[in-house]
């Protein structure tokens, strides 16, 4: 078990999101990817309401500038991703409390943003740190990335959407395993079974997430929210009504001068310019 008991290791001055843009790649910035890191790397970067608070914030920031147009998320030190929730802080919680504090709320907000998000994941991803990973886009895996859901052992389930989530992604049995046993699985297998994008050697993670975030930063802005939205619809929508929005919009990108500007530069046989409009 792997949730943390709730040690806060940051002081007064520490914050708990540290948010770059450009985030700083190995040999230079990293133009149009911002990087934010989960700092509580004393307590596995818990998640306690205060922190999801503070990265709900940070990801509503830079989804309404236009400087960004990827996110990577990752965990302060090599330990953990968010290795679960903050135990201690909910140890002794009634459901009036849970309603009352609005926590999860956080959690609807981090769902809403637009820009694409990839999670670069060392160490343990467990609990909420999964259903955390899970809320991204995409996951850039170390090798010695642990993901599960260990809830069941502590006596109560998954309740930031790893029910929802986790069999959307790898399938009822596999995600009937997991959440019923609390056992983890390592980073090949969760790449096996469709939870993580691609699994890279642990000391090559953020880079690999940053590469993977500039390529998708690459791309037209409109082009990227639109399809990030369409793909998200395709787990929530029967097929006909995925495909009906697809459809348009797939129309609508046609009113942007970056599909003119796209078009007209694979004529010309040059690169295109993006201007997000």
């Given at each position: 078990?792997?949730?943390?008991?709730?040690?806060?290791?940051?002081?007064?001055?520490?914050?708990?999101?540290?948010?770059?843009?450009?985030?700083?790649?190995?040999?230079?910035?990293?133009?149009?990817?911002?990087?934010?890191?989960?700092?509580?790397?004393?307590?596995?970067?818990?998640?306690?309401?205060?922190?999801?608070?503070?990265?709900?914030?940070?990801?509503?920031?830079?989804?309404?500038?236009?400087?960004?147009?990827?996110?990577?998320?990752?965990?302060?030190?090599?330990?953990?991703?968010?290795?679960?929730?903050?135990?201690?802080?909910?140890?002794?919680?009634?459901?009036?409390?849970?309603?009352?504090?609005?926590?999860?709320?956080q959690w609807a907000r981090i769902r809403a943003i637009r820009t694409p998000i990839v999670a670069a994941v060392r160490g343990y991803a467990l609990g909420g740190g999964n259903e955390l990973a899970m809320a991204c886009d995409m996951v850039v895996a170390g090798e010695d990335a642990q993901f599960?859901?260990?809830?069941?052992?502590?006596?109560?389930?998954?309740?930031?959407?790893?029910?929802?989530?986790?069999?959307?992604?790898?399938?009822?049995?596999?995600?009937?395993?997991?959440?019923?046993?609390?056992?983890?699985?390592?980073?090949?297998?969760?790449?096996?079974?469709?939870?993580?994008?691609?699994?890279?050697?642990?000391?090559?993670?953020?880079?690999?997430?940053?590469?993977?975030?500039?390529?998708?930063?690459?791309?037209?802005?409109?082009?990227?929210?639109?399809?990030?939205?369409?793909?998200?619809?395709?787990?929530?929508?029967?097929?006909?009504?995925?495909?009906?929005?697809?459809?348009?919009?797939?129309?609508?990108?046609?009113?942007?001068?970056?599909?003119?500007?796209?078009?007209?530069?694979?004529?010309?046989?040059?690169?295109?310019?993006?201007?997000?409009?």
């Amino acid at each position: 078990m792997n949730e943390s008991a709730g040690v806060e290791p940051t002081t007064a001055s520490e914050p708990l999101v540290l948010v770059e843009l450009p985030a700083a790649g190995r040999d230079a910035p990293v133009d149009g990817v911002a990087l934010v890191t989960l700092n509580r790397p004393k307590a596995l970067n818990a998640l306690s309401f205060e922190l999801l608070r503070r990265l709900a914030e940070a990801l509503e920031r830079l989804d309404a500038d236009a400087a960004c147009r990827c996110i990577v998320i990752t965990g302060a030190g090599d330990r953990a991703f968010a290795a679960g929730a903050d135990i201690k802080e909910m140890a002794h919680a009634t459901p009036v409390d849970l309603q009352a504090a609005n926590g999860f709320e956080q959690w609807a907000r981090i769902r809403a943003i637009r820009t694409p998000i990839v999670a670069a994941v060392r160490g343990y991803a467990l609990g909420g740190g999964n259903e955390l990973a899970m809320a991204c886009d995409m996951v850039v895996a170390g090798e010695d990335a642990q993901f599960g859901q260990p809830e069941i052992r502590i006596g109560i389930m998954p309740g930031a959407g790893g029910t929802q989530r986790l069999p959307r992604a790898i399938g009822k049995a596999k995600a009937m395993d997991l959440i019923l046993t609390g056992r983890s699985i390592g980073a090949h297998d969760a790449e096996r079974l469709g939870l993580v994008t691609r699994v890279v050697p642990a000391e090559a993670t953020l880079e690999a997430a940053l590469d993977l975030a500039r390529d998708v930063a690459s791309m037209p802005p409109l082009a990227v929210r639109a399809a990030k939205e369409a793909v998200e619809r395709a787990f929530e929508l029967p097929l006909a009504a995925g495909l009906e929005f697809e459809r348009r919009s797939f129309f609508l990108l046609f009113a942007t001068d970056d599909q003119k500007e796209g078009m007209a530069a694979f004529v010309d046989k040059r690169p295109a310019r993006w201007r997000g409009r």
